[in-house]
T-cell receptor, first 113, second 111 residues
Framework: EAQVTQNPRYLITVTGKKLTVTCSQN?????MSWYRQDPGLGLRQIYY???????DKGDVPEGYKVSRKEKRNFPLILESPSPNQTSLYFC????????????FGPGTRLTVL | GESVGLHLPTLSVQEGDNSIINCAYS??????FIWYKQESGKGPQFIID?????DKRQGQRVTVLLNKTVKHLSLQIAATQPGDSAVYFC??????????FGKGTSLLVTP
């Protein structure tokens, strides 16, 4: 089954404790991205990657890092989480930059205390 | 940058009625438009899309209308069912670059 998976689905952590949210897709997609979703603000893009070893900032990249060492994986790293990063995070992928239909993962709800 | 807005944050309809959800965008160069459905606890799910060379596209019980003159698109759901209750987002892109999402309209279907 074609899908985007994220882990963990739920995470409660404390300020400053590094964490990684994993994202994996099995569709051989080139393009992957991370979004955060906050009430009243909708979905905002954090980072995206057009292919292996190619990443770029989205609209709200501060406080986040990503890596793309393999095509299928695109982890989101919070080196020093802060409470304002409490949010619902979605990973998404699509075939290429010019292929527009984007598939979303199930989401990761992060709480930073 | 692109600004994408929805006209109503919430919409309540009776089961069996037709629903219309609206979205406005600001960038006249936008050329691809998508509607997503997001159910509680799930990620956005693709419903239907339309490109700027079209003004109407139909799917199963859904129709998307695009008016490029006023930079407006709408999603019409025919014979709305309880399973249609969800948050609906429009998303807009320019030549395949990052999607800009609207804030969502919450559709509530009442029996």
């Amino acid at each position: 089954e074609a899908q985007v998976t994220q882990n963990p689905r739920y995470l409660i952590t404390v300020t400053g404790k590094k964490l990684t949210v994993t994202c994996s897709q099995n569709m051989n997609h080139e393009y992957m991205s991370w979004y955060r979703q906050d009430p009243g603000l909708g979905l905002r893009q954090i980072y995206y990657s057009m292919n292996v070893e190619v990443t770029d900032k989205g609209d709200v990249p501060e406080g986040y890092k990503v890596s793309r060492k393999e095509k299928r994986n695109f982890p989101l790293i919070l080196e020093s989480p802060s409470p304002n990063q409490t949010s619902l995070y979605f990973c998404a992928s699509k075939g290429s930059l010019s292929t527009d239909t984007q598939y979303f993962g199930p989401g990761t709800r992060l709480t930073v205390l | 940058g692109e600004s994408v807005g929805l006209h109503l944050p919430t919409l309540s309809v009776q089961e069996g009625d037709n629903s219309i959800i609206n979205c406005a965008y600001s960038n006249s160069a936008s050329d691809y438009f998508i509607w997503y459905k997001q159910e509680s606890g799930k990620g956005p799910q693709f419903i239907i899309d339309i490109r700027s060379n079209m003004d109407k596209r139909q799917g199963q019980r859904v129709t998307v209308l695009l008016n490029k003159t006023v930079k407006h698109l709408s999603l019409q759901i025919a014979a709305t069912q309880p399973g249609d209750s969800a948050v609906y987002f429009c998303a807009v892109s320019n030549s395949g670059y990052a999607l800009n999402f609207g804030k969502g309209t919450s559709l509530l279907v009442t029996p």
